[in-house]
């Protein structure tokens, strides 16, 4: 069956209206919040967590050629200049394709990460991993925590997932499109803590607050399409 868009109102959306508002969303979104403060405290005050070297180094011990391959697009993605050239053509595609509202979202999504990104590192403040504990493929400057890639990208893909889901009629490509986008979040904080520039507290704080930033990207999507789109 070929991929069509999901009319406004189906479904597809009403589910989902149905959870934005209930209070296992809100109680989902309040732990989220929380243990992301908590673990920025934690790593303000302390450069290692547990698990952080046994983690990375379990990791990097896998020297297969493939998974080397597999990682490194993920490690050159979160680095401009490539970052602001594939989030920026993924959003002129949406916008291209009549879009707009959900292109501005991505937007939202790829510019408010970043800034989050750079507010939390400044924040936190804490050392990158150490030379003499792992292996380090780049010696970057700032702030460790959280992992800017996981954060960004995690929030990037998460929000075109949403789209996918809620936009797209429910078929085997609906699945697997959204499927492909939640395999590759996985594997960008995979890519980071292989890569040994992050500790995986600093992945997990990435993902805490990418989840906290797309939930906020889609509040603003939603709020867009009710108020300003379909009037």
């Given at each position: 069956?070929?991929?069509?868009?999901?009319?406004?109102?189906?479904?597809?959306?009403?589910?989902?209206?149905?959870?934005?508002?209930?209070?296992?969303r809100?109680?989902?979104?309040?732990?989220?919040?929380?243990?992301?403060?908590?673990?920025?405290?934690?790593?303000?005050?302390?450069?290692?967590?547990?698990?952080?070297?046994?983690?990375?180094?379990?990791?990097?011990?896998?020297?297969?050629?493939?998974?080397?391959?597999?990682?490194d697009?993920?490690?050159r993605?979160?680095?401009?200049?490539?970052?602001?050239?594939?989030?920026?053509?993924?959003?002129l595609?949406?916008?291209l394709?009549?879009?707009?509202?959900?292109?501005?979202?991505?937007?939202?999504?790829?510019?408010?990460?970043?800034?989050?990104?750079?507010?939390?590192?400044?924040?936190?403040?804490?050392?990158?991993?150490?030379?003499?504990?792992?292996?380090?493929?780049?010696?970057?400057?700032n702030?460790?925590?959280?992992?800017?890639?996981?954060?960004?990208?995690?929030?990037?893909?998460?929000f075109?997932?949403?789209l996918?889901?809620?936009?797209?009629?429910?078929?085997w490509?609906?699945?697997?499109?959204?499927?492909?986008?939640?395999?590759?979040?996985?594997?960008?904080?995979?890519?980071?803590?292989?890569?040994g520039?992050?500790?995986t507290?600093?992945?997990?704080?990435?993902?805490?607050?990418?989840?906290?930033?797309?939930a906020?990207?889609?509040?603003?999507?939603?709020w867009?399409?009710?108020?300003?789109?379909r009037?």
């Amino acid at each position: 069956m070929a991929t069509t868009m999901a009319a406004p109102g189906v479904a597809a959306n009403a589910g989902s209206t149905r959870f934005s508002r209930s209070p296992m969303r809100l109680g989902i979104l309040g732990a989220t919040a929380v243990a992301a403060v908590v673990l920025s405290v934690l790593a303000h005050f302390h450069p290692i967590l547990p698990g952080d070297v046994e983690v990375t180094q379990e990791v990097q011990r896998v020297h297969a050629a493939w998974f080397q391959a597999l990682l490194d697009p993920f490690n050159r993605l979160g680095f401009p200049p490539m970052v602001d050239v594939v989030y920026g053509a993924v959003t002129l595609l949406v916008f291209l394709r009549g879009r707009r509202w959900a292109a501005a979202s991505c937007a939202v999504a790829g510019l408010g990460a970043a800034a989050l990104n750079f507010l939390t590192k400044a924040v936190v403040a804490r050392p990158r991993p150490p030379a003499d504990l792992v292996l380090v493929q780049h010696m970057i400057a700032n702030s460790s925590f959280p992992a800017g890639h996981v954060l960004n990208y995690s929030t990037f893909a998460g929000f075109l997932a949403y789209l996918a889901w809620v936009r797209l009629a429910p078929s085997w490509r609906r699945t697997a499109l959204v499927t492909m986008l939640a395999l590759t979040i996985a594997l960008m904080g995979l890519a980071r803590i292989a890569s040994g520039e992050h500790w995986t507290s600093d992945v997990l704080g990435g993902y805490l607050f990418g989840s906290l930033w797309l939930a906020a990207t889609i509040h603003f999507y939603r709020w867009g399409e009710q108020r300003l789109v379909r009037q």
